[in-house]
């Protein structure tokens, strides 16, 4: 995974438009068993405004920590091999054959670190991997909530905070046309929700998708630097991350034929790149969104929308398990 720089945290939204968060202070703490990570934002680049009163905002925060805690406490049960075995004959057939079908090893691209690669050929729609989350959060009212329930990753993430990782991720947004976590709260049941990766923890083999590197960076902080990233990320790309299941869970899936020895690559999207590699420059003379950079994203959107379609009916029984089991937990 390539890295990102500590100056400013930009998440990767799936369709490339990218919602830069906030530089922050943090304190760290435990409760109720769990790490609750609070924030406050020295510059505030997005929001969302709750009540004025401040009554109000402490129940805000109480029902975000809430619904934070429990889907964290979901997926560290979904995350082992246990549930997918045990939950369904479907589920076991999917983690048997995801499982052995891509390897970690170092990446093809010089300074990336390790990546994902292709153990077997597999067809456009495959599910290869799954995004491993080791910690939960979301931006409201001026600062954010990150909550995680192991030891390991309260201890992790109070060392590597997710503004800095190259890891975090947009786990739910409108687009994606499913309930997201926060969707008892109506103020943000709209909102991006974000997950992030401990990668210190033992690596379990259906939970890599965080190795999967972009095939390409943008070299040049303008529109040339742009066109030539989008040509070549296009050209690279095999694979995306997509909603499956309940949420917070992500798969990604093959966007063509891969073949056996390929290193699996998604985009990233311009603005996650402008946002690593030129943070510390005048925010002024970043590129405008020119028509060409919208058509990127709508076509990073209709590829989305593809592989989401594609998997509903491949992988339909997979989902429907996989919910029930969730649900269940």
Not at 115 to 138: D, E, Q, R, W
Not at 142 to 150: A, C, E, I, P, V
Not at 187 to 192: S, V
Not at 282 to 288: C, E, K, T, V
Request: contains cysteine; neutral net charge.
């Amino acid at each position: 995974m390539q890295a990102s720089s500590a100056s400013t945290m930009r998440s990767r939204l799936l369709v490339g438009i990218l919602l830069p968060l906030t530089v922050i202070a943090f304190s760290f703490g435990n409760r109720s068993g769990g790490g609750i990570f609070r924030r406050h934002p020295l510059r505030i680049a997005a929001s969302t405004s709750f009540n004025e009163d401040a009554d109000a905002d402490v129940t805000s925060s109480n029902q975000i920590e809430a619904l934070l805690r429990r889907g964290q406490t979901k997926m560290n049960q979904v995350m082992t091999p246990e549930f997918f075995e045990q939950t369904s004959a479907s589920l076991k057939q999917l983690r048997a054959k995801s499982a052995k079908a891509v390897e970690i090893k170092q990446s093809s691209i010089p300074g990336a670190g390790m990546g994902l690669f292709a153990k077997s050929n597999m067809k456009a729609g495959t599910i290869v991997s799954f995004y491993p989350a080791h910690t939960l959060g979301v931006e409201f009212d001026n600062q954010q909530l990150w909550y995680s329930s192991r030891e390991e990753d309260q201890i992790y993430f109070s060392e590597h905070p997710p503004e800095s990782s190259p890891y975090l991720h947009a786990t739910d947004q409108p687009i994606f046309n499913r309930p997201s976590l926060l969707a008892d709260i109506p103020l943000l049941k709209n909102d991006p929700m974000y997950l992030d990766a401990n990668p210190t923890r033992k690596v379990d083999p259906l939970w890599v998708s965080h190795y999967i590197n972009d095939g390409a960076i943008v070299t040049s902080n303008d529109g040339a630097g742009i066109e030539a990233y989008y040509d070549q990320s296009k050209r690279q790309k095999n694979c995306i991350h997509i909603p499956f299941g309940p949420s917070p869970v992500m798969a990604t899936v093959c966007t063509r034929k891969v073949k056996k020895g390929e290193e699996l690559f998604t985009s990233y999207g311009c603005v996650y790149w402008l946002g690593v590699l030129y943070s510390g420059e005048n925010s002024g003379d970043a590129p405008a969104m020119t028509s060409m950079i919208q058509e990127q994203i709508k076509e990073s959107a209709q590829d989305l929308f593809v592989c989401m379609k594609s998997v509903a009916v491949t992988y339909e029984k997979q989902a429907q398990d996989l919910q029930i089991g969730y649900d269940a937990l």
